[in-house]
């Protein structure tokens, strides 16, 4: 268990490729420009991204090598600037995978932590729903442990015993509170029942 939570907290490409194919690892071969976070850049160039959908949680990456990374004014997008403000963003995030009823994973550009945003409140200053993760690379690790456990379950182990083990090493890792976990677990329970 250690082992496994060192690794998700810390992914690195091996790890990343051992959870979801090595196929599945997105490297990004150019980076926005506006992406100014120098950790951010160089996990996506370094180890990369798990470009990825996982039915069971409703969460879908997959697109992000096709499609690219989509960019977006954060004021904008959570409701921070005013109607008649046509001034230049400030700064810039970008979309790594919607889950659950459409929520976007948004990471900011300059600081470097994920937020949430729900498209629902975008018009009326409630698009902002939380911090997610600290980092792009705790994402990725999330994404990455919960595609082992998927892997585990697919494979016919006990619902009960690997949720369990699951929701032990969110709490261990400070990520339980999350609401991308707090949304995966909702789908989980649907498809395997309370635990």
């Not at 409701?79 to 659950?100: E, L, M």
């Not at 677990?185 to 498809?191: A, K, N, V």
Request: net charge negative.
């Amino acid at each position: 268990m250690t082992e496994l939570n060192n690794a998700a907290a810390h992914p690195t490409t091996p790890w990343l490729q051992s959870c979801v194919g090595a196929a599945a690892l997105w490297r990004p071969t150019e980076l926005p420009e506006r992406l100014e976070h120098a950790a951010s850049r160089t996990f996506l160039e370094t180890v990369g991204y798990p470009a990825i959908a996982l039915s069971a949680i409703r969460f879908d990456a997959s697109e992000l090598p096709v499609k690219g990374l989509w960019e977006e004014d954060p004021d904008e997008l959570f409701g921070r600037r005013v109607p008649d403000d046509d001034s230049a963003p400030a700064k810039y995030c970008y979309g790594f995978g919607v889950y659950g009823n459409d929520y976007t994973l948004m990471l900011d550009g300059e600081l470097g932590v994920v937020d949430i945003y729900d498209p629902s409140g975008w018009d009326h200053g409630e698009g902002y729903q939380g911090r997610a993760f600290d980092s792009l690379a705790e994402l990725a690790g999330s994404v990455g442990l919960m595609a082992r456990h998927l892997t585990r379950l697919d494979a016919g182990e006990d619902p009960e015993a690997v949720l369990s083990a699951l929701r032990a090493s969110l709490i261990t890792l400070g990520w339980a509170g999350s609401g991308f976990w707090i949304s995966a677990f909702e789908h989980l329970e649907e498809e395997y029942g309370e635990f």
